[in-house]
């Protein structure tokens, strides 16, 4: 259950500093918190009470006892795609504060209607 | 020996040839440039040896990994599919003879290869048939379009690359979240088995899924108001990117919705509200279009309008529009495509891309104004071009049940029709009877940007003139989204 | 001040609506349909003795090709952003010389955290792990390389034709599947051997080795794009 709120409470609080925040450093790092909260949601739908890790490392294990193996698959999906994804916007903000010589949204305008 | 009907090599050939760049380019140097032609010629073929298949039996299905899905994911691609792949397939093989002689700054073997996973990642969006490899597509599409409206390095560029930037990411997680939504509900990350699991679900349990969704690709197919980045990113691109960019790839999110709104949620009640949506984006994508004196923003917003439009007639929901909306997507991909890269070479020429600088160029790039008059007069729906039937057939369509709502929203059409044709016949009366100030000299651009774009012409004037086989088969496909085809013909081919 | 009052209602109502949505569907329940099938049947059909592994790289294994073009993607990307026209020269800029023991100590390890990696990303079948991570530790050994000796250059022509190759194998091994009468992509056709050894589970483990290579080629790729954006100096930019 509190891994069910923890990720939308991740989800919320990356939104806002994305749409809120003015330094370009704190809306990269709201992105990447709105990437963490979906990935925890990702992963705790998975879960199956009393359920282990789904590899047969010895015998004995019976399928019954263990978790969903799907979300898992997904989750390591979704974690290199963001990883990938703030590997570009760094990139983009360190272009950006070489042409503009600033971390302010609000000036980084030039582009009008 | 290989069976050339297989959906997943129009994937695969791409993925392929864009490795072999990686591997080639420090001793290919400059040569890397021909393998996306190969690489999409070879696509061009594979998509047209589909047609007999999918005539024959409505609908292609290739497994993965040797498994029946839903234990595997597999490709399963119909006639709107399949049409969609040959417009993609085509306007990325004219594109890449175009970028044989318009790329001429370095680095080429990386511009090379991100062009090549563009184009595949959009054609592996329309033609997948599990809902998490659609996520994936996307963010192969996003991505690689990311890098490629970087590609020029000004103020502009980046500024509209990190705006597009946010923008694409969130939408990736929104549509991230209303796939883990549909898989806690149902169990499973095939299309066709979520559809058929999803009758014990509520109203209020389908909208949430929906509304992420719909948000999520709604940010890359341009609707109102989520495309505040269009306007800056197709532009700033490099022209034969915002060709693909504008020509296909909001079209391929649509389609994208139409898919999972036809298939997995399937109530009447949202309809309306599309309505309203779609409407709002074509007064917002032509009235903003009309001030513009950037000629490729101006084209940029000429592509949120026309995606109002189709996305209007999609969501009358009857034969009738949605044949329509698929008319006209085949119409804009075509033209819109074509001209970009027209103007691409104009700008080229002159050197800026503001329309006062293009006066006079009606009568020294002749063969290049032509074909922009084509399109221009296709995307207006003037007589005889194939862009007339398809408005018309929209607003038949439109006119069938008709209630005040819906003749209201044909009078806005008709408006907004106006609208657009006033700033072409703008463009075009700058470009053939303007007076050229200073003296540049200006010549047609090289023969091989014009060999794409004559191509391009010449599939439009083709179409044009003989529609009957393209209305055919739109009339057919249109019959099978609305009669939910896609299920029980995939049920039918053991998709399922 | 509105603004952020307003935004606020929004994120309020966005987390309500997942909170009801998610609500029917407790924490811990068994929701699996398809994933009890590839519980029950994963060691049988494919012989890895971690069913993730054979999710992300047997039964869904078209997913994780497209992931392997996302950060091909991303570093391509990256490359073009921080491209400086005319060559590069590396120089050490006032950068401080970093101490004795961070440069002593980084050649010690550098070795046995590829030695680590690369028992992560070969053992992918048998244990939790595979080719994104034991890539990654990979990278982040060069990483460490990078920031103890600033001047360290890379040969990227190298890191290029090794990205390169990775991804073909993993390509041509699928396309192999089409030959075969199964017709499929990215069938596993290699015998499927002993449960719990190195060698088994078909072509999963040659898989996550064209992985790991391609993953640390590309991630010391970005670190080394990065790293010259402070270091090096264009020639007649």
Same mark, same amino acid.
């Given at each position: 259950? %509190?891994?069910?709120?923890?990720?939308?409470? /991740? #989800? $919320?609080? +990356?939104?806002?500093?994305? !749409? *809120?925040?003015?330094?370009? %450093?704190?809306?990269?790092?709201?992105?990447? /918190? #709105? $990437?963490? +909260?979906?990935?925890?949601? !990702? *992963?705790?739908?998975?879960?199956?009470?009393?359920?282990?890790?789904?590899?047969?490392?010895?015998? +004995?294990?019976?399928?019954?006892?263990?978790?969903?193996?799907?979300?898992?698959?997904?989750?390591?999906?979704?974690?290199?795609?963001?990883?990938?994804?703030?590997?570009?916007?760094?990139?983009?903000?360190?272009?950006?504060?070489?042409?503009?010589?600033?971390?302010?949204?609000?000036?980084?305008?030039?582009?009008?209607? | 020996?290989?069976?050339?009907?297989?959906?997943?090599?129009?994937?695969?050939?791409?993925?392929?040839?864009?490795?072999?760049?990686?591997?080639?380019?420090?001793?290919?140097?400059?040569?890397?440039?021909?393998?996306?032609?190969?690489?999409?010629?070879?696509?061009?073929?594979?998509?047209?040896?589909?047609?007999?298949?999918?005539?024959?039996?409505?609908?292609?299905?290739?497994?993965?990994?040797?498994?029946?899905?839903?234990?595997?994911?597999?490709?399963?691609?119909?006639?709107?599919?399949?049409?969609?792949?040959?417009?993609?397939?085509?306007?990325?093989?004219?594109?890449?003879?175009?970028?044989?002689?318009?790329?001429?700054?370095?680095?080429?073997?990386?511009?090379?290869?991100?062009?090549?996973?563009?184009?595949?990642?959009?054609?592996?969006?329309?033609?997948?048939?599990?809902?998490?490899?659609?996520?994936?597509?996307?963010?192969?599409?996003?991505?690689?379009?990311?890098?490629?409206?970087?590609?020029?390095?000004?103020?502009?560029?980046?500024?509209?690359?990190?705006?597009?930037?946010?923008?694409?990411?969130?939408?990736?997680?929104?549509?991230?979240?209303?796939?883990?939504?549909?898989?806690?509900?149902?169990?499973?990350?095939?299309?066709?088995?979520?559809?058929?699991?999803?009758?014990?679900?509520?109203?209020?349990?389908?909208?949430?899924?929906?509304?992420?969704?719909?948000?999520?690709?709604?940010?890359?197919?341009?609707?109102?108001?989520?495309?505040?980045?269009?306007?800056?990113?197709?532009?700033?691109?490099?022209?034969?990117?915002?060709?693909?960019?504008?020509?296909?790839?909001?079209?391929?999110?649509?389609?994208?919705?139409?898919?999972?709104?036809?298939?997995?949620?399937?109530?009447?009640?949202?309809?309306?509200?599309?309505?309203?949506?779609?409407?709002?984006?074509?007064?917002?994508?032509?009235?903003?279009?009309?001030?513009?004196?950037?000629?490729?923003?101006?084209?940029?917003?000429?592509?949120?309008?026309?995606?109002?439009?189709?996305?209007?007639?999609?969501?009358?929901?009857?034969?009738?529009?949605?044949?329509?909306?698929?008319?006209?997507?085949?119409?804009?991909?075509?033209?819109?495509?074509?001209?970009?890269?027209?103007?691409?070479?104009?700008?080229?020429?002159?050197?800026?891309?503001?329309?006062?600088?293009?006066?006079?160029?009606?009568?020294?790039?002749?063969?290049?104004?032509?074909?922009?008059?084509?399109?221009?007069?296709?995307?207006?729906?003037?007589?005889?071009?194939?862009?007339?039937?398809?408005?018309?057939?929209?607003?038949?369509?439109?006119?069938?049940?008709?209630?005040?709502?819906?003749?209201?929203?044909?009078?806005?059409?008709?408006?907004?029709?106006?609208?657009?044709?006033?700033?072409?016949?703008?463009?075009?009366?700058?470009?053939?009877?303007?007076?050229?100030?200073?003296?540049?000299?200006?010549?047609?651009?090289?023969?091989?940007?014009?060999?794409?774009?004559?191509?391009?012409?010449?599939?439009?004037?083709?179409?044009?003139?003989?529609?009957?086989?393209?209305?055919?088969?739109?009339?057919?496909?249109?019959?099978?989204?609305?009669?939910?085809?896609?299920?029980?013909?995939?049920?039918?081919?053991?998709?399922? | 001040?509105?603004?952020?009052?307003?935004?606020?209602?929004?994120?309020?109502?966005?987390?309500?609506?997942?909170?009801?949505?998610?609500?029917?569907?407790?924490?811990?329940?068994?929701?699996?349909?398809?994933?009890?099938?590839?519980?029950?049947?994963?060691?049988?059909?494919?012989?890895?003795?971690?069913?993730?592994?054979?999710?992300?790289?047997?039964?869904?294994?078209?997913?994780?090709?497209?992931?392997?073009?996302?950060?091909?993607?991303?570093?391509?990307?990256?490359?073009?952003?921080?491209?400086?026209?005319?060559?590069?020269?590396?120089?050490?800029?006032?950068?401080?010389?970093?101490?004795?023991?961070?440069?002593?100590?980084?050649?010690?390890?550098?070795?046995?955290?590829?030695?680590?990696?690369?028992?992560?990303?070969?053992?992918?079948?048998?244990?939790?792990?595979?080719?994104?991570?034991?890539?990654?530790?990979?990278?982040?050994?060069?990483?460490?390389?990078?920031?103890?000796?600033?001047?360290?250059?890379?040969?990227?022509?190298?890191?290029?034709?090794?990205?390169?190759?990775?991804?073909?194998?993993?390509?041509?091994?699928?396309?192999?599947?089409?030959?075969?009468?199964?017709?499929?992509?990215?069938?596993?056709?290699?015998?499927?051997?002993?449960?719990?050894?190195?060698?088994?589970?078909?072509?999963?483990?040659?898989?996550?080795?064209?992985?790991?290579?391609?993953?640390?080629?590309?991630?010391?790729?970005?670190?080394?794009?990065?790293?010259?954006?402070?270091?090096?100096?264009?020639?007649?930019?």
């Amino acid at each position: 259950m %509190i891994y069910y709120v923890g990720s939308f409470l /991740l #989800i $919320a609080l +990356g939104l806002y500093a994305v !749409i *809120i925040k003015k330094n370009l %450093i704190k809306i990269l790092i709201g992105l990447d /918190l #709105i $990437a963490s +909260g979906v990935n925890l949601l !990702i *992963i705790s739908i998975g879960y199956v009470k009393g359920g282990t890790a789904p590899i047969f490392s010895r015998a +004995g294990l019976k399928a019954s006892m263990m978790v969903d193996p799907i979300p898992q698959a997904l989750t390591l999906t979704a974690i290199v795609i963001d990883a990938s994804e703030m590997a570009l916007a760094v990139a983009f903000v360190v272009l950006l504060y070489k042409h503009y010589g600033t971390l302010d949204i609000k000036k980084i305008r030039s582009l009008k209607w | 020996m290989v069976n050339l009907a297989n959906p997943i090599l129009l994937v695969v050939i791409p993925l392929f040839f864009t490795f072999l760049i990686a591997l080639s380019g420090s001793f290919l140097k400059s040569g890397v440039k021909y393998l996306p032609v190969i690489a999409f010629a070879l696509n061009l073929v594979v998509s047209l040896a589909l047609i007999p298949e999918v005539v024959k039996n409505g609908m292609v299905i290739a497994t993965t990994a040797g498994f029946k899905p839903p234990f595997a994911i597999d490709m399963a691609v119909d006639k709107l599919g399949l049409f969609l792949s040959i417009i993609a397939s085509l306007l990325g093989f004219v594109a890449s003879v175009y970028n044989l002689f318009y790329i001429d700054e370095e680095p080429q073997e990386k511009f090379h290869a991100l062009f090549t996973l563009l184009v595949a990642g959009l054609t592996w969006m329309i033609i997948t048939g599990d809902i998490f490899n659609l996520f994936v597509a996307f963010e192969v599409t996003s991505i690689a379009a990311f890098g490629l409206v970087g590609f020029h390095r000004d103020k502009g560029a980046i500024e509209a690359g990190f705006k597009y930037l946010v923008m694409g990411s969130i939408g990736g997680s929104f549509l991230l979240i209303g796939i883990i939504m549909l898989y806690a509900a149902t169990g499973t990350l095939n299309i066709v088995d979520i559809a058929q699991k999803t009758s014990h679900l509520t109203f209020q349990q389908k909208l949430f899924p929906f509304a992420m969704i719909f948000t999520g690709l709604g940010i890359e197919g341009a609707l109102f108001p989520l495309n505040a980045w269009l306007p800056d990113a197709h532009p700033a691109a490099p022209s034969s990117v915002s060709s693909i960019l504008s020509g296909i790839m909001t079209t391929a999110a649509i389609y994208a919705i139409i898919r999972l709104t036809n298939t997995i949620f399937d109530f009447n009640q949202i309809y309306f509200f599309l309505m309203i949506f779609a409407l709002l984006t074509l007064i917002f994508g032509e009235v903003s279009a009309f001030f513009q004196k950037d000629i490729k923003r101006m084209l940029a917003y000429s592509t949120i309008g026309q995606t109002g439009l189709f996305f209007f007639a999609f969501s009358l929901n009857t034969v009738n529009g949605l044949q329509g909306a698929f008319m006209q997507m085949v119409n804009h991909s075509l033209s819109k495509g074509m001209l970009f890269l027209v103007v691409g070479g104009m700008i080229m020429q002159v050197g800026s891309r503001n329309i006062d600088d293009f006066a006079g160029l009606g009568r020294k790039m002749k063969v290049s104004s032509f074909f922009l008059a084509i399109g221009a007069f296709s995307l207006m729906g003037l007589p005889p071009f194939f862009g007339f039937w398809s408005k018309l057939k929209i607003i038949f369509a439109a006119l069938q049940n008709a209630n005040a709502f819906l003749v209201a929203s044909v009078v806005i059409i008709l408006l907004m029709s106006v609208v657009e044709g006033a700033y072409f016949f703008k463009l075009l009366q700058v470009m053939f009877f303007g007076k050229q100030e200073k003296d540049v000299a200006v010549k047609e651009a090289s023969y091989g940007m014009l060999f794409s774009v004559v191509v391009l012409g010449t599939v439009l004037l083709i179409i044009s003139f003989y529609p009957s086989p393209v209305i055919d088969f739109m009339h057919k496909a249109a019959a099978e989204i609305i009669n939910k085809n896609y299920i029980t013909l995939a049920l039918k081919l053991g998709g399922l | 001040m509105v603004r952020k009052v307003v935004y606020s209602i929004f994120l309020a109502i966005i987390v309500l609506a997942l909170a009801m949505f998610f609500a029917a569907y407790p924490f811990g329940k068994n929701k699996m349909t398809v994933g009890e099938y590839y519980l029950n049947h994963g060691v049988a059909q494919t012989g890895a003795a971690n069913i993730v592994t054979s999710v992300v790289l047997d039964y869904r294994g078209f997913d994780t090709l497209g992931e392997v073009s996302v950060l091909f993607a991303a570093a391509a990307g990256v490359a073009i952003l921080f491209f400086l026209a005319g060559g590069t020269k590396r120089e050490q800029e006032d950068l401080t010389k970093p101490n004795f023991v961070v440069r002593v100590g980084s050649r010690i390890i550098f070795p046995f955290i590829l030695l680590f990696g690369s028992y992560i990303f070969i053992h992918g079948h048998l244990t939790p792990g595979g080719g994104f991570q034991g890539g990654s530790i990979i990278a982040s050994g060069f990483l460490l390389l990078y920031l103890s000796y600033p001047g360290t250059r890379t040969n990227r022509d190298g890191l290029s034709i090794i990205e390169g190759l990775a991804g073909l194998t993993f390509v041509v091994l699928g396309l192999i599947g089409l030959f075969l009468p199964q017709y499929s992509f990215l069938y596993n056709f290699l015998p499927k051997g002993i449960l719990n050894t190195i060698v088994s589970a078909g072509i999963l483990p040659i898989i996550y080795i064209a992985i790991g290579f391609k993953v640390a080629s590309e991630f010391a790729g970005i670190v080394d794009d990065m790293m010259c954006q402070v270091i090096c100096r264009g020639g007649g930019k």
